[in-house]
């Protein structure tokens, strides 16, 4: 599966640290969105962007920041984070808006952070 | 809010034989998706199956199949002929027909005895 593609695959970084990761969708989607995937809890939804335009942040802290460039590009700027943190972040495309099968979301690989 | 509730934590099936994961939701919308979604070891979720709530007819791709009771607010997957490639954590999820966010259920981890 190729559609959606994130790097890196595995990221260890420090508290003091500021790294990003990258989502890339080749799809034709307009709709990316940022998941966090904690053990034993449900996937988070975290950000969402339509159109480039940020549509949903679900109280996330601000030492997660989202970019999203274009309609095929989104990234997760992290600085400051905390041992809790640590994850599996994964982003997804959908065509959003344009009903049926297209809403479907479909996800990237995902990043694994440990943070230390 | 919308929540998703999968009652299963695990499972597990024979090769061959056929499993039923639950699923049940809550929500006061009309119009919605539903999906179970597999994330096997290597953490990438897969789409296995969708329902549009609109449709009375329950959806089926394959091997996998859903029973979508609208009333009582339920959508099981059914896996025929289980495989042992089916092994893997199933996550029901819930997306309202006009809104981004999508609700997960906690999942079910399947497994598969050969």
């Known amino acids: 599966e190729t559609g959606v593609t994130q790097t890196p695959r595995h990221l260890v970084m420090g508290m003091t640290n500021k790294k990003s990761l990258k989502c890339e969708q080749h799809?034709?989607?307009?709709?990316m969105y940022w998941y966090k995937q904690s053990a034993k809890k449900p996937l988070e939804l975290m950000f969402v962007?339509?159109?480039?335009?940020?549509?949903e942040n679900n109280s996330v802290p601000s030492r997660f920041s989202p970019e999203c460039p274009n309609s095929s590009h989104l990234f997760l700027h992290l600085h400051t984070l905390q041992p809790e943190d640590s994850a599996l972040y994964l982003c997804?495309?959908?065509?959003?808006?344009?009903?049926?099968?297209?809403?479907?979301?479909?996800f990237g690989p995902g990043t694994r952070l440990l943070v230390l | 809010a919308q929540t998703v509730t999968q009652s299963q934590p695990e499972m597990s099936v024979q090769e061959a034989e056929t499993v039923t994961l639950s699923c049940t939701y809550d929500?006061?919308?009309?119009?919605?998706?539903l999906f179970w979604y597999k994330q096997p070891p290597s953490r990438q979720m897969i789409l296995v199956i969708r329902?549009?709530?609109?449709?009375?007819q329950n959806a089926t791709e394959n091997r996998f199949s859903v029973n979508f009771q609208k009333a009582a607010k339920s959508f099981s997957l059914k896996i025929s002929d289980s495989q042992l490639g089916d092994a893997a954590m199933y996550f029901c999820?819930?997306?309202?027909?006009?809104?981004?966010?999508?609700?997960f259920g906690a999942g079910t981890r399947l497994t598969v005895k050969p």
């Open positions: 997804a495309s959908s065509s959003q808006g344009s009903g049926g099968a297209k809403e479907t979301q479909y």
């Open positions: 799809l034709g989607h307009n709709a």
């Open positions: 962007y339509n159109f480039k335009e940020q549509t």
């Open positions: 929500t006061s919308e009309s119009d919605y998706y």
């Open positions: 329902q549009e709530a609109y449709k009375q």
């Open positions: 999820a819930y997306r309202g027909y006009n809104n981004n966010d999508m609700r």
